[in-house]
């Protein structure tokens, strides 16, 4: 979610990581990818 330079400089000083909404939203659809074909592979067990 965007945010002002004041708001961002806020957060850096708060040690709050700041990340681009797209990285993020990739990471959690490669993680529920990863639990699916886990899942996936225990159940053919």
Known sequence: ??????AADFLKKASVLIAPAMAVGTGGLLWFYLLYVFSMVLSTI
């Open 1 to 6: 979610m965007p945010c002002t330079p004041k």
